[in-house]
C-alpha cells in the first residue's frame, strides 16, 4: 500500500466538493491535517526568503557589479519571470501527476537555481544571477500554487480565512528571517552567502516534502488510479475517519470532458478569472514595487547599504501583522467586501511613504504601516481563487490567475529602475505604483456583486423547474 505521500491537490472549502473533503471541511482538524498546514506554511515561509533575497541583498549586488539601477531590476525580475512560468504551465501538471509530487519537485527546482547564483562574478555580468531567479521562481511558482490548494483543503472553514491569511503572511515570515540574520551577514560574506543559505534550506524542504507532506484527499477521490480509494482510505484512518466502500461521485465531469484550462475560462467561471487576473496583475505591480524599490531606494538616499535589511523587517513586519489581522477579521466578515477596504488604505499609506521620504526612522515606520495593508491583499487573492473552481480544475486555476497576475510583478521592478534612472523622486514614483491597487479593489468589488448575482439567480430557476 502506497503511502499518504503521493500526489498533491485541492479544497474542501468552496463548491461544489466531493463528500469525502465537504464533511471533513466542517469537522475538528485532526493531527494529520495540522501536519498538512504545518508542512505547506512551511514551504511558504521558504518561498519568502527566496523571494525577498533580492530586495535585501541588491545594495550589495548594485555595488560588487556596478550596474544600474535598471540593470539591477532584471535581476529583481528574474524570480518573477520564473514564477509566472511556473504557475502558469508548471503548476497545472499538478492536477495530473499530483500535488505532494509536484511540491517534491517543485523545491529541488528552487535548490538548483539557488545553487547557479553565486557563480556569477563581475567578469561573468549578471547573467548567472538572471537565470538562477529564473529558475528558482519556476520552482517558486509552482510550490505557491501547490500548497494553497492543498491548505484550502486540508483547513477547516471556521478558520479556513485565518489560516490563509497566514499562508500569506509567511511569505513575509520568510523575508523577515532573512533580513534579520542573513541580511547582516552580507556585509562581511558576501552577497553569494544568501544563495548558499537558500540552497542548503530548499534541498531540506525537498527532503520534508518528501517525507511529511500528505497527498491530496480531493485529488485521489477525482484522480481515479487503481490504487486511489486504498490510498484514500489509508489517510482517513489516519484522520480516525471510517473508510468508504468506493470513491465518491464525482464533481468533476465536466473539467473532464473540456479539460482544465478549458473550464478556467469558459463561462461564468471565466469571467471570474479574467477579473481576478486583472486584479492580481494590478496588485503585483504595486506589491512588487514596493518589496524590490522601497529597502533600495531609502538605502541609496541615505548611501548606507546596510539600511536595505532593516527596510526588508520593516515591511515584513508589517505584512506579517496586517495578514494576521486580515485573516482574524475575515473569520468574521466577508473576505470580498473587507478587501477592497484593505487595498484602498494600502493605496493611501504607501503613497504616504513616498512623499514621507528616505529619513530614518520615518521611512522605517511609514514602509511597516504601507505593508500592513498592502501584504493583506496576498491573504485576499490566496483565499478567494481557490474557491472559483471545481477539484480537477483548481491548480490550473489557481496557477493561471497567479501566474498571469505576476505579470504585473515582472514589469514592477524593470519599470521601477527605469523610472529611478530618469530622475523620478520617491514621492512621484510610490505614489504611482500605488494607484494598481485601486484597481486591484474594484476587481475584487465586481467579482463579490458577480457572485452574489449568480447565487440570487440559482433560487429563481430552481423554483421556475419545481
Same mark, same amino acid.
Not at 486540508?154 to 511569505?171: E, P
Given at each position: 500500500m502506497?503511502?499518504d505521500d503521493d ?7 468552496a463548491p461544489?466538493s466531493?463528500p469525502?473533503t465537504?464533511h ?8 494529520l ?5 504545518v =508542512?505547506?506554511?512551511?514551504? /511558504?515561509v521558504?518561498?519568502g526568503?527566496?523571494?525577498s533575497?533580492?530586495s535585501?541583498?541588491?545594495p550589495?549586488?548594485e555595488?560588487?557589479?556596478?550596474v544600474?539601477?535598471?540593470?539591477l531590476?532584471? =535581476?529583481?525580475?528574474g ?5 509566472? =512560468?511556473?504557475s502558469?504551465?508548471?503548476a497545472?501538471?499538478?492536477? +495530473?501527476?499530483?500535488?505532494r ?8 527546482t ?6 547557479i547564483g553565486?557563480?556569477a #562574478?563581475?567578469?561573468t555580468?549578471?547573467?548567472p544571477?538572471v537565470v538562477?531567479? *529564473?529558475?528558482?521562481g519556476?520552482?517558486?511558482g509552482?510550490?505557491v500554487a501547490?500548497? &494553497?490548494?492543498i ?6 472553514k +471556521? ?9 500569506a503572511?509567511?511569505?513575509n *515570515? &520568510?523575508?523577515l528571517?532573512?533580513a534579520m *540574520?542573513v541580511?547582516?551577514?552580507?556585509g ?5 552567502f544568501g544563495?548558499?543559505v537558500g540552497?542548503v534550506l530548499s ?5 520534508a ?5 500528505p497527498e491530496?484527499l480531493a485529488?485521489?477521490?477525482e484522480g481515479r488510479?487503481?490504487?486511489?480509494l ?15 466502500e468506493a470513491?465518491p461521485?464525482s464533481d468533476s465531469k465536466?473539467?473532464r %470532458?473540456?479539460g482544465s484550462?478549458? #473550464?478556467v475560462f469558459?463561462g ?6 479574467l477579473?481576478?487576473v486583472v &486584479?492580481y496583475? %494590478?496588485?503585483?505591480?504595486s506589491?512588487?514595487?514596493?518589496t524590490?524599490?522601497a529597502p533600495?531606494?531609502?538605502?541609496s ?6 539600511l536595505?535589511?532593516?527596510l526588508v ?7 506579517i501583522?496586517?495578514?494576521v ?7 468574521k466578515?466577508s473576505?470580498?467586501?473587507l ?9 493611501a ?6 512623499i514621507?521620504g ?5 521611512a522605517?515606520?511609514?514602509l ?10 496576498t491573504?485576499a487573492?490566496y483565499a478567494i481563487v481557490?474557491?472559483l473552481?471545481?477539484?480537477?480544475a ?10 498571469l497576475?505576476?505579470f504585473g ?5 524593470i /519599470?521601477?529602475g527605469?523610472?529611478f534612472?530618469?530622475g523620478?523622486?520617491m514621492g512621484e514614483a510610490?505614489?504611482?505604483? %500605488?494607484l494598481p491597487m485601486l484597481?486591484?479593489?474594484?476587481? *475584487?468589488?465586481?467579482l463579490h456583486l458577480?457572485?452574489?448575482r449568480?447565487a440570487g ?6 423554483g421556475t423547474s419545481?
Amino acid at each position: 500500500m502506497q503511502s499518504d505521500d503521493d500526489g498533491g491537490s485541492p479544497p474542501a472549502v468552496a463548491p461544489p466538493s466531493p463528500p469525502v473533503t465537504d464533511h471533513i471541511a466542517r469537522e475538528k482538524m485532526s493531527g494529520l491535517q495540522i501536519r498538512a498546514v504545518v =508542512v505547506a506554511i512551511g514551504l /511558504v515561509v521558504l518561498d519568502g526568503y527566496d523571494v525577498s533575497l533580492t530586495s535585501f541583498s541588491a545594495p550589495y549586488i548594485e555595488k560588487g557589479f556596478g550596474v544600474s539601477k535598471a540593470e539591477l531590476g532584471l =535581476v529583481m525580475s528574474g524570480a518573477l519571470i520564473g514564477m509566472l =512560468v511556473g504557475s502558469i504551465i508548471v503548476a497545472p501538471l499538478a492536477d +495530473r501527476i499530483g500535488r505532494r509530487r509536484m511540491g517534491v519537485i517543485s523545491a529541488v527546482t528552487i535548490a538548483v537555481g539557488m545553487f547557479i547564483g553565486p557563480f556569477a #562574478t563581475p567578469d561573468t555580468g549578471t547573467w548567472p544571477l538572471v537565470v538562477s531567479r *529564473i529558475v528558482t521562481g519556476v520552482g517558486v511558482g509552482s510550490l505557491v500554487a501547490v500548497v &494553497g490548494v492543498i491548505l484550502a483543503e486540508y483547513t477547516g472553514k +471556521r478558520i479556513y480565512a485565518l489560516v490563509m491569511a497566514v499562508f500569506a503572511a509567511a511569505i513575509n *515570515i &520568510g523575508g523577515l528571517l532573512g533580513a534579520m *540574520i542573513v541580511g547582516p551577514m552580507l556585509g562581511a560574506y558576501g552577497w553569494q552567502f544568501g544563495w548558499w543559505v537558500g540552497f542548503v534550506l530548499s534541498a531540506i524542504a525537498a527532503v520534508a516534502t518528501f517525507a511529511f507532506l500528505p497527498e491530496s484527499l480531493a485529488w485521489l477521490a477525482e484522480g481515479r488510479r487503481p490504487d486511489s480509494l486504498q490510498r484514500l482510505n489509508a489517510l482517513l484512518a489516519k484522520m480516525h475517519r471510517p473508510a468508504l466502500e468506493a470513491l465518491p461521485e464525482s464533481d468533476s465531469k465536466g473539467v473532464r %470532458a473540456k479539460g482544465s484550462l478549458r #473550464t478556467v475560462f469558459t463561462g461564468r467561471t471565466g469571467f471570474y478569472t479574467l477579473l481576478m487576473v486583472v &486584479g492580481y496583475f %494590478a496588485y503585483m505591480l504595486s506589491f512588487y514595487f514596493m518589496t524590490n524599490w522601497a529597502p533600495s531606494a531609502v538605502a541609496s538616499a541615505n548611501q548606507n547599504p546596510a539600511l536595505a535589511p532593516q527596510l526588508v523587517i520593516a515591511f515584513s513586519i508589517g505584512g506579517i501583522l496586517g495578514n494576521v489581522v486580515f485573516g482574524y477579521l475575515g473569520g468574521k466578515l466577508s473576505i470580498r467586501v473587507l478587501a477592497p477596504v484593505f487595498l484602498v488604505l494600502a493605496t493611501a499609506t504607501l503613497s504616504l511613504f513616498g512623499i514621507a521620504g528616505p529619513d530614518m526612522p520615518t521611512a522605517w515606520w511609514t514602509l511597516f504601516q504601507a505593508s500592513f495593508f498592502v501584504c493583506a491583499g496576498t491573504a485576499a487573492f490566496y483565499a478567494i481563487v481557490p474557491t472559483l473552481y471545481p477539484t480537477l480544475a483548481r491548480s490550473t486555476g489557481f496557477g493561471v490567475v497567479i501566474g498571469l497576475g505576476r505579470f504585473g510583478g515582472i514589469a514592477a521592478p524593470i /519599470v521601477g529602475g527605469a523610472a529611478f534612472d530618469a530622475g523620478l523622486g520617491m514621492g512621484e514614483a510610490f505614489t504611482i505604483f %500605488a494607484l494598481p491597487m485601486l484597481v486591484a479593489g474594484l476587481s *475584487i468589488v465586481a467579482l463579490h456583486l458577480g457572485l452574489r448575482r449568480s447565487a440570487g439567480r440559482a433560487p429563481e430557476l430552481a423554483g421556475t423547474s419545481a
